[in-house]
T-cell receptor, first 114, second 113 residues
């Protein structure tokens, strides 16, 4: 079945550092890929998405490129801020069916210190 | 604010009891999804409804059931509760049931004592 694997956390960075959170997936067909962010005490918010190979999703300085050849969708940001501290989830939606269920990775906790 | 509302925000109950979680999707969204977030299982898909009909089932226990009403709100019923059912339950909605983005509600935190 479908699966998503994220890098082990937690990740602790200083403000303005470069961020990479690795995400790889296993899926049949051509899934859509997503990054969701969960701030403390809140629900999940869509951060960015990509629906086909080589697409780049971007939002709020975060970027991720859909790499079919390496089945990856790594999240990057050039300069993190304290306000980026949150839990980040990589997810996929199987493109082979009309059903919309999301399969999530285990989440990566990011803490950014001033 | 995603536009998806969930009530109640917190729920504390005892083992063996039954509870109902409620979700109102974003205006115009026909599809509703339920997810469970727990420390040991992570975020898992439970069930999906589209325009009142069940569309897909995930790792949902037989003690759990859901429905979507004509006004498109949805309820998740959890019965014979066990300690292990303590979790954060999210509802999400999307326009249709395919590749569209899902928007998540703030969740209901259930604690079973």
């Amino acid at each position: 079945g479908d699966s998503v694997t994220q890098m082990e956390g937690p990740v602790t960075l200083s403000e303005e550092a470069f961020l990479t959170i690795n995400c790889t997936y296993t899926a049949t067909g051509y899934p859509s890929l997503f990054w969701y962010v969960q701030y403390p005490g809140e629900g999940l918010q869509l951060l960015l998405k990509a629906t086909k190979a080589d697409d780049k999703g971007s939002n709020k300085g975060f970027e991720a490129t859909y790499r079919k050849e390496t089945t990856s969708f790594h999240l990057e940001k050039g300069s993190v801020q304290v306000s980026d501290s949150a839990v980040y989830f990589c997810a996929l939606k199987d493109g082979g069916t009309s059903y919309g269920k999301l399969t999530f990775g285990q989440g990566t906790i990011l803490t950014v210190h001033p | 604010d995603s536009g998806v509302t969930q009530t109640p925000k917190h729920l504390i109950t005892a083992t063996g009891q039954r509870v109902t979680l409620r979700c109102s999707p974003r205006s115009g969204d026909l599809s509703v999804y339920w997810y469970q977030q727990s420390l040991d299982q992570g975020l898992q898909f439970l069930i999906q409804y589209y325009n009142g009909e069940e569309r897909a089932k995930g790792n949902i226990l037989e003690r759990f059931s859901a429905q979507q009403f004509p006004d498109l709100h949805s309820e998740l019923n959890l019965s014979s509760l066990e300690l292990g059912d303590s979790a954060l339950y999210f509802c999400a909605s999307s326009v249709e049931a395919g590749k569209e983005t899902q928007y998540f509600g703030p969740g209901t935190r259930l604690l079973v004592l």
